[in-house]
């Protein structure tokens, strides 16, 4: 088929590079003249593991980028739309999706063939129908399940496991008007005919998505909700006690030969400094505004999001336990990006600590394996030094902070026992193991824990 892509952010350069690959003709589009020159030279506009490879199999054969919209609807038979749907603190902000339709639109009203447009992008229920439709029929002049068809079709991939994610889904949900615009996608997607298909509506579609993420959300907070209690009682840890959570067999099932599967699930029952990401903050957000308005208020999910805004002031009371003030203290932050794997810092906890620190006068180093220019753009380059690898971050560390499980990490409890002196380890992840520390602090570990 041949397809357009709006927005090559993280959803459309993967979605575009992975259908490219499984044979659809891709056209991205983007505003951004930097990103369609990258895309057009096989260069990824963000950090993927696997992105870059798959790139050169498809770039230029398979596809292609550009910044005009209106012939690259007119040379497909398909739009998805990717761009992006931030919270604006009170709702979510359909900017981009409304302009994208308009152009859409305008282009529709010049094409002879059927067309089907999908929105990718996360919205709130109602925002396909009643706000994307609407504007695609005032522009076009045409009739959305006459001339063109009009669907809903939410990602569900994770940054920094984008790829594997699209090409071996779980679920392809096929939001639509009619039976054809969810066939047009069946179509689309016929490279992948054993995954399970939910073909439903659009408003149902758009509910699957932020159900999904708030249910993940929820369990995070909930964590992080025991974490402080355990970090309140004395002996006791949250490790520990999520272990033996874990082997609820509900959780993770006995299989006939006595083995256990641990579900990924189970990595969102831990403790840690707080959720971030372009995706869960927004989200959450966006459905307790939409259950305001829809007269059904979202308290959970409330609760959800002051847990996560409290979290990352965790790491801060831990290291005021130690020292109260930090003044030209060293500090040593190891690990900025919201997640490992992925470049992306939006909504990281990284933000308000490393904030707090400066505004408090520490002397601040800062480690991250990919996302030092993601960083430079919030922080700036004044009064942090950023390291190119862990050794140099560690040396005259006062206190040492961990924020993103890095699998690198794993070898600091030998490099910091290589230091002359000890510093305060924070782990804000609870990934390593405390006993390789003299001087170990962590979220969710109880005071003589
Ligand atoms: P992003 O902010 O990384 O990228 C959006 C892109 O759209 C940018 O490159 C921007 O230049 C482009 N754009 C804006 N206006 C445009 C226009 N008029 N024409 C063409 N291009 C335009 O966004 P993202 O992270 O890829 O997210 C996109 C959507 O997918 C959001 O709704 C998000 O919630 C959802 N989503 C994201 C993820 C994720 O992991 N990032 C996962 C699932 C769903």
């Known amino acids: 088929m041949r397809v357009s892509i709006v927005g090559t952010g993280y959803v459309g350069i993967v979605s575009g590079t992975c259908l490219a690959s ?7 589009v983007d ?12 260069v990824p506009p963000i950090y993927e593991k696997g992105l870059e490879k798959l790139m050169l199999d498809v770039v230029p054969d398979r596809m292609r980028a550009t910044t005009d919209l209106h012939s690259s609807v007119l040379d497909t038979d398909f739009s998805l739309i990717a761009v992006g749907t931030p919270f604006d603190g009170q709702v979510i902000d359909l900017t981009y999706v409304k302009e994208v339709s308009r152009q859409i639109g305008r282009a529709l009203r010049e094409k002879d063939g059927y067309h089907t447009v999908i929105v990718k992008s996360t919205v709130v229920p109602g925002t396909t129908d009643d706000v994307v439709l609407p504007i695609l029929e005032q522009e076009s002049g045409k009739s959305a399940g006459k001339d063109f068809g009009v669907g809903m079709n939410p990602e569900f991939l994770r940054e920094g496991e984008a790829i594997v994610d699209f090409m071996y889904p779980d679920r392809i949900v096929l939001g639509g008007i009619d039976n054809r615009t969810r066939d047009v996608q069946e179509e689309l997607y016929s490279a992948f005919p054993d995954v399970d298909k939910v073909r439903t509506n659009n408003k149902t579609a ?8 708030s249910l993940l959300a929820t369990m995070i907070s909930f964590s992080n909700e025991i974490g402080n209690l355990c970090s309140a009682i004395d002996g ?3 490790t520990e006690v999520m272990k033996g959570v874990h082997l609820d067999k509900r959780l993770s099932p006995i299989m006939p030969d006595g083995t256990r599967i641990t579900p990924v699930f189970t990595s969102y029952i831990e403790a840690g400094c707080g959720f ?11 459905l307790i505004a939409h259950g305001r308005r829809a007269g059904s208020p979202m308290r959970l999910l409330e609760a959800v999001i002051d847990v996560n805004r409290e979290q990352p002031g965790r790491i801060i009371m831990l290291l005021k336990k130690h020292f109260p003030s930090m003044k030209d203290l060293n500090v040593s932050v190891l690990g900025l990006a919201f997640k490992p794997s992925t ?7 990284a933000i308000p600590i490393v904030r707090t620190l400066q505004k408090e006068g520490a002397k601040i180093r800062a480690y991250d394996p990919v996302a030092r220019h993601e960083a430079e753009k919030i922080f700036g380059t004044n009064g942090i030094r950023y390291c190119d690898d862990l050794i140099s971050t560690l040396e005259d560390a006062d206190v040492v902070v961990l924020l993103t499980r890095w699998e690198e990490f794993g070898s600091v409890p ?3 026992s290589r230091l002359p002196r000890q510093p305060l380890f924070i782990d804000g992840r609870r990934m390593l193991d405390s006993r390789g520390f003299s001087n170990y602090e962590g979220i969710g570990l109880g005071r003589k824990a």
């Open 343 to 349: 470049d992306d810092m939006r909504e990281s906890p």
């Open 22 to 28: 499984k044979g659809h003709d891709v056209v991205c």
């Open 236 to 238: 006791v840890d949250v």
């Open 276 to 286: 971030g990401g372009s995706c869960f903050p927004k989200d959450v957000n966006a």
């Open 31 to 42: 505003i951004d003249e930097a990103k369609v020159r990258n895309i057009n030279n096989a």
């Open 414 to 416: 030998e490099l910091v």
């Open 206 to 213: 758009e509910m699957i998505k932020y159900t999904s993420n």
